[in-house]
């Protein structure tokens, strides 16, 4: 007597929602002019003086933030690092203090291109942004003053049209806001959470 076995493969799919996804939640990308952070104090509040500089922002729906990308080049050999904030606003003006502790990030300047391009800030963790709330992305950098060796960052100057924001400077501690016709380009990112299948094989005699 031959006995004939047959079995039948059960396939159960299932979703796990362990991965996630960035997108882009926020930008301004046009871009036909540069301006220098020259870090340091002191300067005349224009051109290559400017201590630091923001580019404030809103988006209409509170988000998860992941990252952001601003659109960079080095000139020069700048050795110390970059760093790039999201603040809170006040008086009209990035306050100095962190949208959330994890809200900075830093990179080594030595290592951007001295071609203009897109450079990713990828902060330690995500964290919570407030819808209809304006925050500033704020580029500084860590060392001396230098108006020679220097990170520029891309801007739509005379043509900005981004509404959501706009574009301060920093001179002698003091932020001001300057020329309403200029945006800094950037990107935002919103991180997702995305259901992945994963697949459990039971067999069935």
């Known amino acids: 007597m031959i006995k004939k076995l047959f079995l039948t493969v059960l396939l159960i799919l299932s979703l796990t929602?362990?991965?996630?996804?960035?997108?882009?939640a926020e930008s301004y990308e046009t871009q036909n002019d540069d301006t220098a952070v020259a870090g340091g104090t002191g300067g005349a509040?224009?051109?290559e003086n400017r201590q630091?500089?923001?580019?404030?922002?809103?988006?209409?729906?509170?988000?998860t933030?992941?990252?952001?990308?601003?659109?960079i080049r080095k000139v020069g050999s700048p050795t110390d690092n970059i760093i790039l904030d999201i603040q809170t606003?006040?008086?009209?003006?990035?306050?100095?203090?962190?949208?959330?502790?994890?809200?900075?990030?830093?990179?080594?300047?030595?290592?951007?291109?001295?071609?203009?391009?897109?450079?990713?800030?990828?902060?330690?963790?995500?964290?919570?942004?407030?819808?209809?709330?304006?925050?500033?992305?704020?580029?500084?950098?860590s060392g001396s003053r230098s108006t020679t060796n220097v990170i520029r960052w891309g801007n739509d100057y005379l043509t900005?049209?981004?509404?959501?924001?706009?574009?301060?400077?920093?001179?002698?501690t003091v932020w001001s806001e300057n020329f309403l016709t200029v945006d800094f380009d950037f990107r935002v990112y919103e991180s997702t959470a995305v259901s992945t299948p994963s697949m459990q094989v039971i067999w069935i005699n």
Not at 65 to 71: G, L, M, R
């Open 89 to 141: 606003i006040s008086g009209g003006v990035p306050s100095g203090t962190l949208a959330n502790a994890n809200a900075t990030k830093s990179i080594d300047a030595s290592t951007i291109s001295a071609t203009i391009g897109w450079v990713t800030f990828t902060f330690p963790a995500t964290f919570s942004l407030t819808g209809s709330t304006t925050y500033a992305i704020v580029l500084r950098r």
């Open 17 to 24: 929602g362990n991965v996630r996804a960035d997108s882009i």
């Open 52 to 63: 630091q500089i923001a580019q404030t922002f809103s988006h209409s729906s509170t988000f």
């Open 160 to 172: 900005a049209v981004y509404l959501n924001g706009s574009f301060f400077g920093m001179t002698e």
């Open 45 to 47: 509040g224009s051109g």
């Open 65 to 71: 933030c992941s990252q952001v990308a601003v659109y």
